[in-house]
C-alpha cells in the first residue's frame, strides 16, 4: 500500500515534443506528490509537486495533473529540449508527520535533438 | 546559500566492516532525512531526523543507524558491511513542515567488497 507506481521505465522525445510519464498510488492518506529530477552524479531535484486539493499545477513547461479519484497524477513536459534529458522520480507523502518520501522507479528520459 | 553537504563522496569498504557517513545540512534546515539509492530498489527511505530525534524510519535492518547533533548535522552508520550495501546514499534537509523545502545532497558513493 505504500508503493508508487510509474511509467514508462524509459522514454525517448524529440526535440520540441511533449513527455509525459504517469504514476499512480494506492495510500490514499498521501497528501503531496512531487516530481524530482536526477542528472547523472547529482541528487534529485525538485521540479514541481501538487497536493490533492488541485487538479492540475503548472510551471513554465511542466504540468502535474492529478486525479483523485483515479489515484494516478501524471507529469507532462511542453516543448521538450536536450536538457531535459535525466532521470524523473514521482513521489508521494503524508506531510502530518516529517519528510518521509515513497518515490516511484524512476523514468529515464531521453529528448534528441 | 550553500547547499546540502555530505562527506565522503566516494567510499571503498570491505565486508564486515563499518561505515560512517556525514551530512550538513542547509542552515536553518533542522529537518535530515536519508535515503538509499540502488538501480535495483531506486529510491529508498531510511530515517528522518529532526531536533536530535529520529522521528521517521524505514524499512531497514538494525545495521541502519544514524543520529543528528544540535547544529542540526547528521551522520549515518551502517555495521556489518554487505555486499547489498552498495548503494549512493542521499542526506536531503528540510524546513520543519515544508515539504517544496527539501533540497537533496550529491550523495556518498558506497562501494562494498
Known amino acids: 500500500q505504500q508503493q508508487v507506481k510509474q511509467s514508462p521505465q524509459s522514454l525517448i522525445v524529440q526535440k520540441g515534443g511533449i513527455s509525459i510519464i504517469n504514476c499512480a498510488y494506492e495510500n490514499t492518506a498521501f497528501d503531496y506528490f512531487p516530481w524530482y529530477q536526477q542528472f547523472p552524479g547529482k541528487g534529485p531535484a525538485l521540479l514541481i509537486a501538487i497536493r490533492p486539493d488541485v487538479s492540475e499545477k503548472k510551471e513554465g513547461r511542466f504540468t502535474i495533473s492529478f486525479n483523485k479519484s483515479a489515484k494516478q497524477f501524471s507529469l507532462h513536459i511542453m516543448d521538450s529540449q536536450p536538457g531535459d534529458s535525466a532521470t524523473y522520480f514521482c513521489a508521494a507523502s503524508m506531510n502530518n508527520y516529517g519528510q518521509n518520501f515513497v518515490f516511484g522507479p524512476g523514468t529515464r528520459l531521453s529528448v534528441l535533438p | ?113
Not at chain 2, 565486508?15 to 534546515?29: A, D, E, N
Not at chain 2, 530498489?41 to 536530535?52: A, P, R, T
Request: hydrophobic residues 25%.
Open chain 2, 1 to 113: 546559500k550553500a547547499g546540502v553537504t555530505q562527506t565522503p563522496r566516494y567510499l571503498i569498504k570491505t565486508r564486515g566492516q563499518q561505515v560512517t557517513l556525514s551530512c550538513s545540512p542547509i542552515s536553518g534546515h533542522r529537518s535530515v532525512s536519508w535515503y538509499q539509492q540502488t538501480p535495483g530498489q531506486g529510491l529508498q527511505f531510511l530515517f528522518e531526523y529532526f531536533s536530535e530525534t529520529q522521528r521517521n524510519k524505514g524499512n531497514f535492518p538494525g545495521r541502519f543507524s544514524g543520529r543528528q547533533f544540535s547544529n542540526s548535522r547528521s551522520e549515518m552508520n551502517v555495521s556489518t558491511l554487505e555486499l547489498g550495501d552498495s548503494a549512493l546514499y542521499l542526506c536531503a534537509s528540510s524546513l520543519e513542515g515544508s515539504p517544496d523545502t527539501q533540497y537533496f545532497g550529491p550523495g556518498t558513493r558506497l562501494t562494498v567488497l
